[in-house]
């Protein structure tokens, strides 16, 4: 009995398929922040930040399809996209002095709420895609449609990846008309609403540890 309880020691979870895409994303998010405020690099600054973020898109059908899922990926996953849209932030704040209040705001919603988020999944032992949502028809629908959380990540991140773009290069024009800010002026929206799903993901969060809390507190009482 035991010997089969005992650990597989010839499972690597270092080296799961989706774990190696998710570490080619860090790599590539480091060169990205190497090269950032270099006006002379943006275009591989800009081909590495948005490589790493396609293959977010990959690690996770790989892990599904490959029966590797697991939690240091999904952490791992996680601390990239926050980390390499975190970066990014602080450099726009820096290219855009003006806007560094706004950098410095969106930042700190981001990383909070998606942490505390996480913290609250893992409290309810399960994935934070996965944490009771029932009560808040924003939350559910945003994890629960794969398209709908696709797009909001996707217009999030053209938004500040269009906005780098457009501290050094005006783009290329269609019929007059500047494709950066015609892409500027659409995904401004998506990141606006996104944020506000952050704030809404903080509060529903907050509630959800308070709500352990008040369990473990009425236990020990009785």
């Given at each position: 009995?035991?010997?089969?309880m005992?650990?597989?020691?010839?499972?690597?979870v270092?080296?799961?398929?989706p774990n190696l895409?998710?570490?080619?994303?860090?790599?590539?998010?480091f060169v990205?922040?190497?090269y950032?405020?270099d006006?002379?690099?943006?275009?591989?600054?800009?081909?590495?930040?948005m490589?790493?973020?396609l293959?977010?898109?990959f690690?996770?059908?790989?892990?599904?399809a490959?029966?590797?899922?697991?939690?240091l990926?999904?952490?791992?996953?996680?601390?990239t996209?926050?980390?390499?849209t975190?970066?990014?932030?602080?450099?726009?704040g820096?290219l855009?002095?003006k806007?560094?209040?706004?950098?410095?705001?969106?930042?700190?919603?981001?990383v909070?709420?998606?942490?505390?988020h996480?913290?609250a999944?893992?409290?309810?032992?399960?994935?934070?895609?996965?944490?009771?949502l029932?009560?808040?028809?924003?939350?559910?629908?945003y994890y629960?449609n794969?398209?709908?959380?696709f797009?909001?990540?996707?217009?999030?991140?053209?938004?500040?990846?269009?906005?780098y773009?457009?501290?050094?290069?005006v783009?290329p024009?269609?019929?007059?008309l500047?494709?950066?800010?015609?892409l500027?002026?659409?995904?401004?929206?998506i990141?606006?609403?996104?944020t506000?799903?952050?704030?809404?993901?903080?509060?529903?969060?907050?509630?959800?540890?308070?709500?352990?809390?008040i369990?473990?507190?009425?236990r020990?009482?009785?």
């Open positions: 009995m035991e010997k089969s005992a650990p597989r020691s010839d499972i690597n270092f080296l799961f398929v895409i998710g570490y080619a994303r860090v790599v590539l998010m990205a922040f190497f950032m405020l006006k002379d690099m943006y275009q591989i600054t800009m081909a590495c930040y490589l790493s973020q293959l977010d898109a690690d996770g059908h790989a892990a599904r490959l029966n590797q899922c697991s939690r990926g999904a952490m791992l996953d996680m601390l996209d926050r980390c390499s975190l970066g990014l932030v602080m450099a726009l820096m855009y002095p806007c560094f209040f706004f950098c410095q705001c969106y930042a700190v919603i981001d909070a709420s998606h942490w505390l996480l913290t999944a893992n409290i309810a032992g399960t994935s934070h895609k996965q944490i009771d029932s009560e808040n028809p924003f939350l559910y629908y629960q794969r398209i709908v959380l797009s909001m990540c996707a217009g999030n991140e053209i938004f500040f990846a269009v906005a773009l457009q501290a050094f290069t783009g024009t269609v019929a007059g500047g494709l950066l800010n015609l500027w002026y659409i995904s401004a929206p990141m606006v609403l996104k506000v799903i952050s704030l809404i993901q903080l509060i529903a969060a907050a509630k959800n540890v308070v709500a352990v809390d369990d473990e507190h009425s020990s009482r009785q």
